[in-house]
């Protein structure tokens, strides 16, 4: 039989920051995972570089059922503070864009660092671990895991959502929230790209690999960042955004002059050189097959001094809000995050604790708080867990 203050279940980034936090309040404490290594999501991140927080990262980045409740571990955890364990270890990392920022060598630097912090103090972590029963009697989390008993005062639950299943990704905090009597919201994919049918499937298959510039909005949100052609769909920065606000039969917006206006543009073309065609024009502006294709199905390609008033108007508001419907999403196969989740109103905001069980914690992407795309996400799983940490 094993007995340990804390067990934490999940060896990824919240459930390793918590263990850290805990063990150095003086905690015996043990981390369980299913999987055969620890942090697998930080080793893919961020295209194997882990873009592990956000120099901008605050609540209003941040979508929830309760939009309060990731205020206060937020600002007891922030991403300076974690900037601060990544220069303690001197690992060496850069901006990369919009607050973003990345390893300069390899997502393992970020869970080599937290390694250390574990074994500095005194964190026992045990993989291959099947958790085949929960309860808790007098007071004492009993676990049965692989056909052995497991006690603990404090229980954490740092299991993640259902994005990426090949890496192991399984609904098992839900089941562990419902079986202790908190309510789980509906979940979905989040951070994930678009699937488009017939409607755009020439686009998406000619113009596969082909990325364009562009503000993206969808039901009352809107993104400026790059967006992606790929043969099953919309994907890049601005499309996985988008997605997490995104419900099936929405539109979404694509203006395509982010930075300016398309009709000033279009006016200085037909100025500076009326006897071009459109075609060509465009071409300049984006690539010779996007201009080929919008002048296929969108205009008529001519010199660009014969369009009326009314002709130039139709081919400006076509450019500044051209309005797609995706099919759906790819779901979680390709999924970043997991919208929804464990309540937070079931949750205190200043432990993680459970407020119908004593001793028992969520944290992390389990529950129902989703960040943005650009290391809000890891900012969320950091403070989560180091706010759960000082409590369990």
Known sequence: ?????????????AGLMCAITAAQRGRDVLVLDHANKPGKKILMSGGGRCNFTNMFAEPENYLSGNEHFCKSALSRYTQWDFIGLVDKHGVPYHEKTLGQLFCDNKSSDILELLL????SAGVEIRLGQT????????????????????????????????????????????????????????T?????????TDQLKRWCTELSGTSLQCTVSCNGQSFKEAFLFTHRGLSGPAMLQISSFWKPGSEIEINLFPENSAEAWLLAEKEARPNSELKTILSDRFTKKVAQLMCS????????????????????????????TPSGTEGYRTAEVTLGGVDTNDVSSKTMEAK?????????EVLDVTGWLGGYNFQWAWASGFAAGEYA
């Open 1 to 13: 039989m094993t007995n340990k203050d804390v067990i934490i279940i999940g060896a990824g980034a």
């Open 116 to 119: 250390d912090e574990c074994e």
């Open 131 to 186: 958790i085949e029963s929960v309860e808790k009697q007098d007071g004492t989390f009993k676990l049965q895991v692989n056909s052995s008993e497991m006690n603990a005062e404090s229980l954490v639950i740092a299991t993640g959502g259902l994005s990426i299943p090949t890496m192991g990704a399984t609904g098992f905090g839900y089941d562990i929230a419902r079986q202790f009597g908190l309510t789980v919201l509906d």
């Open 188 to 196: 979905r994919a989040g951070l994930v790209p678009f699937t488009i």
């Open 297 to 324: 199905d969108w205009f008529e390609s001519r010199p660009i001094k014969t369009y009326n008033e009314p002709e130039l108007a139709s081919i400006v508001e076509k450019l500044s809000r051209w309005n797609v």
């Open 356 to 364: 119908k069980v004593s001793g028992l914690f969520f944290i992390g």
